[in-house]
């Protein structure tokens, strides 16, 4: 829990992440009213949600067997049998016999901020809290132009109160699940801020969450742009690209692109932002299923010429990895940091007729020349490991990575 603390702290102080950033690893509740919900694909077991009295031809044995089960028990059973729940039960089932560990059923609330993040936008106050050791719930980070910063809410403020609420050493969820499935847009928030309790209106809106930072660095007459992302989701792509050209334009010698940290999201998304660095002749990745393999390629139109250097660490997954190595194998850029998290598959979002929702692994993806990453990482040509003065301190100058990826860019 000591550790929480200091990250609360670490978010007065730290300019290099993207403060509107969280770790998918990490339990952390945003305040929501509504997600809003682009996701790959919606599925349903029947129109009504049931299979009961539905003829089903099929050559399949073991499926018939299934539907005979599953008619068999709905009559035969002494007690009343909700059909959903009945057909829920036999789909995590089935998901639990996947010999995989990115195929599971999604958890309500993990749902929720997992669609959020990918989505890039929802309706909400832009707070996101944590328990401490008294189980007080703590303003973890505040989102830019949200109703939270805009009514004066602070991180490290500690929430006592919702509409008269008391919600003082109770868990982040039951505050979370409150907003969420409160219908009124306006929330009077009652914080305790230095021994002293103030109170807060706050209206609900949109919010779009930043995923990209970006910075100009000027060192020994040599200018450096840096961008930082902390995940890929729908808006990403409209961020990293305004940003870009904006950095572009102040006639960069070099670019730094920081995944550390970013557990992935969109392989569209990333494809667009690999694509522009690469044109059209570099493949950006390959996918493999039991059938096939599948090559990728740029739809950019040029190849860039400056230098590109790519800050990871142990946590970067997935399309964080992705990017790495199309930028690494493609481009000619040089990796620094550790070796990657090791995330080679992919995975199906379904959602079933009552809201439940799962993954499931559909296919591989391999990196421009073949290689499965898979439980091995994307390996850095140059291996920087995190000081433990950068823990204690979290600022730029004790940023050992982030110092020698400026090092490796000035060459």
Known sequence: ????????????????????????????????????????????????????????????????????NYKYLLKNYYDDVDEKTLLEGATEGMIKQLNDQYSSMIPQEESNNFNIR??????????????????NIIVYNIIENSPAQEAGLKV?????????KNFKGKETTELSNYVLNNKKSEFKVTVERENQEKNFKLIRKQITLKSVQSEIIEQDSKKIGYI???????????????ELKKIEDSKINSLII?????????????????????????????????KQTKKYYSKGKTTKEYKIIVLQNENSASASELLSAALKEEY?????????????????LITTSSGTEYKFTTKKWLTPKGNWIHEKGVEP?????LNSEYEKNPTKENDNQYQKAIEEAKK
Do not use: P
């Not at 599925?43 to 299979?51: R, Y």
């Not at 990918?118 to 189980?135: A, R």
């Not at 920081?258 to 996918?287: C, E, M, P, W």
């Open 1 to 68: 829990m000591e550790k929480k603390q200091n990250k609360v702290q670490e978010k007065k102080s730290r300019k290099k992440r993207d403060t509107n950033s969280f770790k998918t690893l990490e339990v952390v509740f945003l305040i929501v009213i509504t997600c809003i919900i682009s996701l790959i694909m919606g599925w349903s077991l029947s129109n009504n949600g049931s299979m009961k009295n539905k003829s089903i031809i099929t050559d399949d044995k073991e499926l018939n067997e299934f539907v005979e």
């Open 118 to 135: 990918l989505s890039g936008t929802y309706e909400g106050l832009g707070i996101e809290i944590i328990n401490d050791q008294s189980k």
């Open 258 to 290: 920081d995944v550390r940290d970013n557990t992935g999201g969109h392989l569209t998304t990333v494809s667009k932002i690999a694509s522009l660095f690469l044109d059209q002749n570099h493949v950006i990745y390959q996918t493999q299923t039991k």
């Open 156 to 164: 490290g403020d500690i929430i006592v109160k919702i509409n008269d």
């Open 228 to 242: 930082y992302i902390s995940i890929f989701s729908n808006d990403t792509y409209n961020q990293f690209k305004e």
């Open 381 to 385: 040509n140059i291996v920087v490991e």
């Open 332 to 348: 000619g850029a040089t990796i620094v940091g550790t070796k990657s998290y090791g995330k080679g598959t992919v995975q199906e």
